[in-house]
């Protein structure tokens, strides 16, 4: 590579601006629906009777169709945890102005770990093992948003 | 494997910037693996392309990339996922006894033209994940550390360690964007954290590349080579794109591949009859996870392999002598780069980074978060 031996003089800076438009799914719309009831549900595998929240139609591992709806939580167990010092905006590292907690969540009768910020402890006190509860915006609006973050339980 | 299958030779290109074209990068490239080998384009059957539509900007990215690389006229075809998979494919075309001569070029312009983590934002499920921005690549990484740090009680340290390692190693591979010739822990501790634990030293570093290879069939291999690198076995596995539905501590589908490869290859202990690993890892926690599951290492021994050197240039089982995916991540190609340091090390071309009397090497490719797809290919220096 020789770019110390030719001077750039033109570079093309193409945006892309377009939409993709998803239906979601009927079992993401159930889930939401659940959440403006301040519920959170999941499904459960007929398989190997794992819990799985967010709700999805298929099992991987079984090649099965998840079809039983049950209620979880709203409080869990911190299973895991990273402190971010960072946001991510479109693929740009930025300095976060405080450090916040990204935690993996075991929701009270589920399998799955739910992706989820924590609130109201401090990044230096969490730990895993540490019992959380869901909180929910209020008035809900119907949206995934609607389960807003988790603080402690208690 | 049913017909011996070798690769004749390789070339890369690595840079941090946004130096030349795309297509000039590619044709001086291949022209000059072609010059080196003394053929033409016309001499290669099959063209196997690897690139990322999403990551170059325009669909069907390779378009514009046949051209430089000689497939004009010619039987191509493109694979999207990393470069290791245009590499098992290109092995498959010849397995099939349809070609001889076949070449395989991957690359990627992570450091100039777009921003790997927003590739990776992308590879979010995007009804759910993409909408709430609490997973990306560097939270999704951090996670799987931290997952490995709690089931094993290794320390933020021992992964500072590999780092240092590895930036050490690329100080030594001409093609390294970033190196320090002597880096310790103390610097990867020193630079920012983004995730705990991840810092910003034990990342991958942007880097715009390419890399080529000629693969053949025996007979037409050894006319094109006094050194081929056979290929010897290889396998994949893919997990479940869920990172709240794994076990991110350790990782069945790199040990699933691995098993296929060393199926294929009449590996039965990995630690002893390989010399030299080459491992796909974009953060240096990882470098664990994936050669502990491909047998090369004992579960949860990071610490243990830092402190005794096992995986150093002079260790028992040397990883990522090249400096891996600290000194150079060529996104989308990163595996193919591998092969490619696998080729160099067994054709004793690796410079100050050479492992003496390497004779068998393993290849370790991933995609998706937290690696979620892998990848593995053995090379050996003896045929059949």
Known sequence: MSAQQERIVATAVVPLDFTYNYRVGQYVERYIKGLGQKKIMGVKCPGDASVIVPPRKYCGRCNEIMNEWVEVGPEGTIENFTIAHVNLNKGVVEKADTEYIVALVKLDGATSLLPAKVLGVSPVDVEVGMRVKAVFKDPVEDSLEDLSHFEPAG | MQRDIAIVAQAQVMTDSLDIPRERMLFDLVKGLFDKVGITRHDIDGFVLNSNDFEVGHTIANVFEDTPCGAYMKDETHVEA???????????????????????????????????????????????????????????????????????????????????????????????????????????????????????????????????????????????????????????????????????????????AGERAYKLAGISNPAKQIDVAEVSAKFAYQEPIISEALGLFKEGSAGKVASKGLADLGGSMPVCPSGGGLGAYVFTANGLVRVAECVRQLKGEAGEAQVSGAKTALAHSQDGFCAQHNGVMVLSTEEG
């Open chain 2, 82 to 256: 990393d470069g290791m998979w245009a590499a098992q494919y290109t092995t498959m075309r010849l397995l099939s006894g349809n070609y001889d001569t076949a070449l395989v070029v991957g690359n990627s312009s992570g450091a100039s033209t777009f921003r790997p983590y927003l590739v990776m934002d992308y590879q979010l499920n995007p009804t759910y994940d993409r909408q709430l921005g609490i997973l990306n690549e560097l939270s999704t990484a951090a996670l799987q550390a931290r997952a490995y740090m709690a089931k094993y009680g290794a320390e933020e340290d021992d992964f500072n360690e590999i780092a240092a390692r590895l930036l050490r190693n690329a100080a030594l591979n001409p093609y390294a964007v970033r190196s320090k010739a002597d880096a310790t822990a103390g610097d990867v501790l020193a630079s920012d954290y983004l995730y705990e634990p991840l810092r910003q030293l034990a990342c991958y570093p942007f880097t715009d590349g390419a890399c080529a290879m000629i693969l053949a069939s025996g007979k037409r291999a050894k006319e094109l080579t006094d050194k081929p690198v056979w290929i010897k076995g290889m396998g994949n596995s893919v997990d479940t794109y869920y990172v709240g539905e794994r076990d991110l501590a350790t990782s069945k589908s790199a040990r699933m």
